[in-house]
């Protein structure tokens, strides 16, 4: 996006400043993606990552327990009762969608049937 | 003295230059927020099953100038589909409807605690075929096109090839993240495949992948540019009122991240990334083993030349095993969105696209 200038002129500090700039961030660029693409840096964020999630995990499960309990002692519902509601819902909203398709069918077939009855030369008009 | 000869005050210049330094950053905080006016073209809900809704697209040409086969557009799961309705006058919705098709959009929505467990499975068999059923129910016809991008694009592959005679009659996958037999094409594949990287960790640990992280991994793969250069680029071009709104446009949409279901996630690392199912012919989804050779809808693959995110490797190695007779690949010079998104997708991308639909569509 940014407009290139390749001409050097010496009484344009800024430009000259910018080109320097834009070499340099080209430079740095394709450093970075080189780096963000060895075996080393995946090994060391795939590392990282694990460590992190290993560490929180007992104390993300204290929290859960003790809010969990919490919830229970003030008759409130928790987070899985929550979550098992909502997942009623949508499979309440699949059996809706289902009976919802039977229905274009049925309409569909219904026209169907009426204009195919419709189209059929009345017997009756063929009588002399 | 010369300054007043001029009319201007002793000192001008250095004034004019702060008075414009603060302008810009006036305009650049302008810019940070994410309240640009996207995705505009008027459209209609017309299905809903949990957080997924399916509009149709009010028609823009007469309905004699119309094509009858309606395109369906399904975009990634862990990204708003609005990239494909950008912005007035840079819009592929809009482009599209111009020329006369009846276009759907599936939005996926932003699954919630209860949906963690979702997979390609439910999306590719549960909430595909039931947006389909409307989409032919409302336009009354029986056969369609489908357009997928990115994730969006795996989905229509699983789905084209598990249901070959549902009518799907053009297929265009965009950007396509299908074959990843090379574990060494970017970085992604080179981060998810590490023997250090554990997917199932990372769902239990959140259940639903946060959006921020996927933004956060898919940025890394180009630090530079997308936390320095990005930046830098936008600051040089704030007079240029044309950059500024389709910058502040896309980076209203790139804000609006998404969690990703932790089975989709799960099964994406595991079945996908890691093991290659999908190539390997043993990725099952609901007990159906997916066979490439049973597609047989007409193809066209579209493949990013600068991609980062899905490397062209990654969609092309798919053609040969797909079962299609009319298959055709074309590559675009841009990046992952860029080639739909960027400034020359009107002059490159679209028209393409837009050709070989209508040489195929009735």
């Keep these: 996006m940014s407009e290139n200038n390749d001409s050097f002129n010496p009484f344009d500090p800024t430009g000259m400043l910018r080109n320097m700039r834009d070499s340099n961030m080209t430079a740095w660029s394709k450093m970075m993606i080189q780096f963000v693409n060895t075996d080393a840096y995946a090994q060391a964020t795939g590392t990282m990552l694990d460590a992190w999630l290993t560490t929180s995990a007992p104390f993300r499960q204290v929290i859960e327990k003790i809010t969990t309990q919490a919830l229970a002692n ?8 929550v979550i098992r509601l909502a997942e009623r819902l949508t499979n309440i909203e699949m059996r809706l969608d289902d009976l919802e398709a039977k229905l274009d069918e049925g309409a569909r077939t219904n026209g169907r049937v009426a204009v195919s009855t419709r189209n059929k030369p009345n017997p009756a008009e063929k009588q002399p | 003295m010369k300054a007043t000869e001029t009319g201007q005050a002793p000192g001008g210049d250095l004034y004019d230059t702060l008075l414009k330094i603060a302008e810009n950053t006036q305009t650049f905080q302008r810019l940070m927020t994410t309240d640009a006016k996207i995705a505009q073209s008027p459209k209609e809900v017309i299905w809903t099953l949990n957080k997924a809704k399916l509009y149709r697209y009010v028609p823009l040409v007469p309905e004699d100038r ?5 395109l369906f557009l399904v975009f990634a799961i862990m990204n708003r589909p609005h990239v494909l309705d950008l912005r007035p006058g840079h819009s592929f919705v809009e482009y599209m409807l111009k020329q006369g098709y009846d276009l759907y959009l599936l939005d996926w929505g932003a699954p919630g605690p209860e949906d963690r467990n979702l997979c390609f499975d439910d999306y590719t068999l549960e909430y595909l075929p039931r947006a ?21 694009a795996l989905i229509t592959t ?5 249901r070959p005679d549902n009518g799907l009659k053009n297929l265009i996958l965009l950007t396509a993240p299908l074959d990843f037999s090379d574990k060494n094409a970017g970085g992604f594949i080179r981060w998810t495949t590490n023997e250090s990287f554990n997917a199932d960790k990372i769902v239990d640990a959140f259940g639903n992948v946060p959006g921020e992280m996927i933004d956060y991994g898919a940025k890394a793969l180009k630090p530079v540019e997308n936390f320095v250069g990005n930046y830098l680029n936008l600051w040089d ?8 709104e389709s910058w502040h ?34 990725l099952e989804l609901r007990g159906e083993r997916v066979d490439l050779s049973k597609l047989r809808a007409n193809i066209l693959t579209v ?12 969609s092309e190695g798919v053609m040969a095993k797909i079962g299609s007779q009319d298959k055709e690949l074309f590559r675009v010079r841009g990046g992952h969105i860029g080639i739909m998104a960027g400034s020359g997708a009107e002059k490159n991308t679209w028209p393409h696209i837009q050709q070989w639909l209508a040489a195929r569509t009735v």
């Design chain 2, 249 to 282: 446009s896309m980076n209203t949409w790139v804000r609006d991240n998404i969690p990703m279901t932790g089975g989709a996630y799960r099964q994406l690392i595991n079945a996908f990334y890691k093991e290659n199912r999908l190539m390997n012919g043993t």
């Design chain 2, 303 to 314: 493949i990013a030349e600068n991609d980062h995110i899905t490397p062209p490797c990654q």
């Design chain 2, 158 to 162: 699983l789905y084209a090839a598990l």
């Design chain 2, 237 to 244: 071009n704030l007079d240029n009122a044309k950059v500024v």
């Design chain 1, 74 to 81: 003030l008759n409130m519902p928790s987070r899985a009762d």
């Design chain 2, 132 to 152: 389909i059923r409307k989409i032919k129910s409302v336009s009354g016809s029986e056969e369609f096109s489908m357009l997928g991008w990115c994730l969006g």
């Design chain 2, 66 to 70: 119309c094509h009858r086969t309606p």
